[in-house]
């Protein structure tokens, strides 16, 4: 990699995706990088009227080969609201990442999703 | 057409020694520094992004891999570590693309050179080699009177049958507005239709015996600004001529002047995530 200055790259994982159900977001490669650090914002809700002022739990999962997924530890709780905004920090993530939400049903989300890494 | 290595001085670096470049280098993309200005295609789209077609909404970011398997650990790149990584989801028909955007300052001949290899997630302990249904490139240009895009790809596989033949595209979807002000269109110029074959241009890559190897090839593809014609595109031991093939073309855009964006893709014929890997990219230019 680069020897004067650290890399850098985002990601978009979810451009305008609605999350419903069980969610998980498409690998994403970053052995390059030491550092994560994943937003979710909320663009709009949908039957959330019960969820109103709650939140979903959004978990960082890792992988010995993009397939096989386990918790990483880090969890960010979403506000179930418009303009919501949530993030966690990540490090020490091997090779693969991604984030898997479990959307109570009756509602959805529609989300920006994005991974911030810096090496 | 093409120089030895020694014909040119700037070509002291190494990495440089397994190209073929015109007398400019315009960008050489090593990935084992970085994504170097590769960005995922998005659609347009005004107000909402919800008016952005649903094939280009759901493109994804490229990213650098070290190509590492479950079964045999880190492949590694041609030389280095990483590689670009363009990854579709498991869906059949699905598709993804990484972009660079540039504009260009004469209209000469241009080059683009990479060493690839694609594969399809080894989720299965089988040959799996009709999961990938095609990798390719493409131009986004525009001169003064039309923007060209000449599309290229690999056919692998079509609906599980072995096709293994390059093809182009001359015609595309129609284009459609975008929000109400009028000054936005799009058109998806690489949905699945209107791919036509290069004649004789049948061609057997190097697949290997299991989704876990992977085996690099060089792929050229040649340009003329100029006249916005096919020159020739070369794989491996391949040599393809281009007489009858011609690319997208319509009328110059308003905002697009000196345009010249490349874009890889790839797309996957079963639902089986399909992976493209760019070594490094270097296009140059007779200028």
Redesign the interface.
């Known amino acids: 990699?680069?020897t004067l200055m650290r890399?850098a790259?985002t990601?978009?994982?979810a451009?305008?995706?609605w999350w419903e159900g069980s969610v998980q977001t498409?690998?994403?490669?970053?052995?390059?990088a030491a550092q994560a650090l994943f937003f979710v914002r909320v663009?709009q809700t949908d039957g959330t009227t019960a969820l109103d002022a709650t939140t979903i739990q959004a978990r960082v999962q890792i992988s010995?080969?993009?397939?096989?997924w386990a918790d990483e530890g880090s969890v960010m709780q979403v506000p179930a609201q418009t303009d919501g905004l949530a993030f966690t920090r990540v490090s020490e993530f091997g090779?693969w990442l991604r984030l898997a939400v479990e959307v109570p049903a009756g509602t959805r989300l529609q989300v920006v999703a994005t991974l911030a890494l810096k090496a | 057409m093409t120089l030895h290595a020694a014909a040119h001085p700037t070509h002291v670096d190494p990495r440089l020694s397994r190209y073929d470049p015109l007398a400019r280098v315009i960008y050489f993309d090593d990935f084992?520094?970085?994504?170097s200005g590769w960005t995922?295609l998005?659609g347009n789209y005004e107000n909402s992004?919800?008016t952005?077609t649903r094939s280009y909404?759901r493109h994804?970011?490229p990213?650098?891999?070290?190509i590492?398997?479950?079964d045999s650990g880190t492949h590694g790149a041609f030389d280095g570590?990483?590689a670009l990584?363009i990854?579709t989801?498991a869906v059949p028909g699905e598709r993804n693309t990484a972009i660079k955007r540039v504009t260009f300052r004469k209209a000469s001949k241009i080059r683009v050179e990479t060493y690839f290899a694609f594969k399809p997630?080894?989720?299965e302990l089988k040959l799996s080699d009709l999961d990938v249904r095609s990798v390719g490139l493409l131009f986004d240009l525009q001169d003064g009177q039309q923007r060209v895009m000449p599309h290229l790809r690999y056919l692998n596989a079509l609906d599980g049958q072995r096709m293994n033949r390059w093809q182009f595209k001359q015609h595309s979807s129609p284009f459609r507005a975008i929000g109400s002000r009028s000054e936005t269109v799009t058109h998806d110029h690489l949905s699945p239709n209107d791919w036509e074959d290069i004649p004789d241009a049948g061609q057997n890559l190097c697949y290997n015996e299991i989704p876990t190897k992977i085996n690099w090839h060089y792929l050229r593809f040649d340009f003329d600004l100029a006249t916005m014609r096919w020159l020739e595109f070369q794989c491996n031991d391949r040599t393809f001529a281009c007489p009858g093939v011609n690319s997208i073309t319509i009328a110059a855009m308003p905002n697009l002047a000196c345009m010249l964006n490349l874009v890889f893709f790839c797309e996957s014929d079963t639902a089986k995530r399909s992976f493209f890997y760019l070594d490094s990219v270097l296009l140059s230019g007779e200028f």
Do not use: F
């Open positions: 990699m680069g890399n790259y990601a978009v994982l451009r305008g995706e498409e690998p994403y490669e970053a052995a390059w663009l010995p080969d993009g397939m096989h090779g | 084992d520094c970085g994504l995922t998005v992004i919800d952005m909404a994804m970011q990213m650098l891999s070290q590492t398997h479950w570590t990483y990584k990854a989801r997630e080894a989720n």
